[in-house]
């Protein structure tokens, strides 16, 4: 087969994608990608013995988490980084096979090749389907998909300088542990320890944006447009939009938020800047047409990118872990220094201003440390019974005409409804018209997809409020929307803090077999999402 590629909610017919990634992925894209996992494994594999022995295994664990990183959907098409990315994979295993000893290794932790031109056909023989057994190969790849958006969320504090051994550690040993016999009961362990392990990671970046940027402040985004020529920065990572805030500070040109990048509106650090204007556009799958009328450049600094169109392709920049073949690439800041963001800078004063594509406000900023600032006004709001329920709507936004589902489920709520949200599936109802119940808005929007985190705090802070002995009890459904592989951390974080009766939408995982997905249904009532009405009647019915 030449490639195998079920990571993302958008795969073909729900099964895998064959001959080309939904996302634009080609094939020798997928190939390489499989093989730079494939030695990711290997190094952990051969990095074990470090993490036994109490050595400091960080250069690894960052090694790994910018490997994981660039294999997220939308994240990196450019064949030329993903190859030099498996160079230095075979490159950090050669030095620890050396300094291991380990004779007996699996195949990935021996295999040397710095032969680019053997990198796709081995890519062919190592990826998913590599693993026969269904079920295995299931909770093999629900392991390292979870693993997948740990990396994402631990690059960008690592990024801002916060660290956590911890989680360089399991990543080590959750990688390892796929080139290993275990049984069913001691993957599913791993697959819940990942969620633990997510919980951590996302911990350690809301640390570090609220320690770096301060807590997220309720905040009225602008999201027209101004005279000026602007920048448009999109994806999550908010030390790049700090420099580029700094960098382009007297020029005459204003920097828009797009996407994910939304919520960098919501820290009070950046409201000092008075050409930061606001948001341009919608979620992700937007961006062809959106980029097209903005008419400045573009920075992505992180998924999710989707292929370039030609109309913009010169005024389209990339950082990070992000790529795409044939658009320039800011490269990565030395350490103590910043990034360079000048020839965007100046491409941007060439350009004409943004095409206003709408206009108005949308409010957000309701991350745990603001929502806790409003919990006496809450807890009598649910006590008076004006809140009925709050009903979590995070998660991903996607292109399926399906995913209009959480728009009708969104307007259709009772009014006694609050919407927590978090990530871009918010793009779906966060302009709505839907009101507020004595003062509190029915759409609290926390911020990026890893500041779900926040609602799970919100979540058990409430539990503590009203002494309740079970997180389930509280007036609180999940109806959530998924597109890749930090989603999947979401979720097995949230299996770990223990909460059940979970909606997964618009379809359950591909890469779910028959019998885990049996698992999941089972231990923590994971369901699909189904009829709006009914899910409904179900969701104020705590079910």
């Known amino acids: 087969m030449s490639m195998f590629c079920f990571q993302c909610q958008e795969t073909v017919k729900n099964q895998g994608c064959l001959v080309k990634g939904v996302c634009g992925k080609e094939e020798n894209t997928a190939q390489l990608q499989d093989l730079l996992i494939y030695n990711l494994k290997g190094i952990a594999y051969l990095a074990e013995g470090k993490v036994k022995k109490g050595d400091d295994v960080s250069s690894i664990g960052k090694f790994i988490c910018d490997g994981l990183f660039a294999t997220i959907t939308n994240a990196n098409f450019d064949n030329a980084r993903i190859t030099e990315l498996i160079k230095g994979a075979v490159a950090m295993k050669k030095q620890l096979a050396e300094e291991s000893g380990i004779k007996d290794a699996p195949e990935a932790a021996s295999w040397i090749s710095t032969d680019s031109t053997v990198f796709i056909e081995k890519g062919k023989t190592v990826g998913v389907l590599s693993t026969e057994n269904e079920d295995v190969r299931s909770l093999r790849e629900l392991l390292i998909y979870g693993l997948k958006g740990i990396a994402a969320y631990t690059d960008h504090a690592v990024v801002l300088g916060y660290n956590d051994n911890d989680i360089y550690k399991f990543m080590i040993e959750g990688l390892a542990s796929t080139l290993k016999d275990l049984s069913v009961d001691e993957m599913v362990g791993l697959v819940l320890k990942c969620g633990e392990t997510g919980v951590k990671a996302m911990a350690l970046l809301d640390k570090a944006n609220t320690g770096t940027y301060g807590n997220p402040e309720i905040t009225k985004v602008n999201i027209g447009v101004r005279g000026n020529p602007g920048i448009l920065i999109s994806g999550h990572d908010l030390k790049d939009m700090e420099e580029l805030l700094i960098q382009t500070e007297g020029t005459g040109v204003d ?289």
């Not at 004063?349 to 006496?376: N, R």
């Not at 009925?388 to 006694?416: H, I, N």
């Not at 951390?489 to 049996?518: C, D, E, H, M, Q």
Request: proline letters at 4%; a positive charge.
């Open 255 to 543: 920097v828009y938020t797009h996407g994910e990048m939304l919520p960098a509106n919501y820290y009070p650090a950046f409201k000092k800047y008075s050409h930061f204007a606001g948001n341009y556009g919608n979620a992700w799958w937007k961006q062809n047409e959106e980029f097209d009328s903005f008419n400045g450049p573009i920075l992505m600094t992180t998924n999710c990118i989707i292929p370039v169109k030609d109309s913009y392709k010169e005024r389209i920049f990339t950082t990070g872990m992000t790529g795409y073949p044939g658009v320039k690439h800011i490269t990565d800041r030395k350490e103590g220094g910043k990034k360079d963001f000048s020839e965007i800078i100046d491409l941007a004063k060439k350009c004409q201003s943004p095409v206003e594509i709408e206009k108005g406000e949308i409010v957000g900023g309701f991350a745990h440390a603001q929502v806790f600032a409003l919990a006496d006004k809450v807890v009598e709001a649910v006590k008076s019974g004006a809140i009925k329920r709050f009903v979590v709507m995070a998660g991903c936004d996607g292109r399926m005409k399906s995913r209009s589902y959480f728009t009708d489920v969104a307007e259709q709520l009772p009014e006694g409804t609050i919407i927590l949200t978090a990530g871009c599936a918010k793009y779906r109802y966060n302009k709505l018209n839907l009101g507020d119940i004595g003062g509190i808005p029915r759409v609290l929007d926390a911020g990026q997809c890893n500041d779900s985190y926040s609602l799970a705090i919100i979540a058990l802070k409430l539990k503590e409020i009203f002494g309740l002995d079970d997180v389930n009890k509280l007036p609180l459904s999940f109806d959530i929307a998924w597109y890749e592989q930090k989603a999947v951390t979401v979720l097995l974080a949230l299996l770990y803090l223990g909460f059940k009766t979970i909606r997964l939408g618009p379809t359950l995982p591909a890469f779910l077999s028959p019998n885990v997905a049996k698992v999941l249904v089972e231990k923590f009532n994971i369901m699909p999402t189904g009829e709006v009405k009914a899910d409904i009647e179900a969701i104020m019915a705590g079910k």
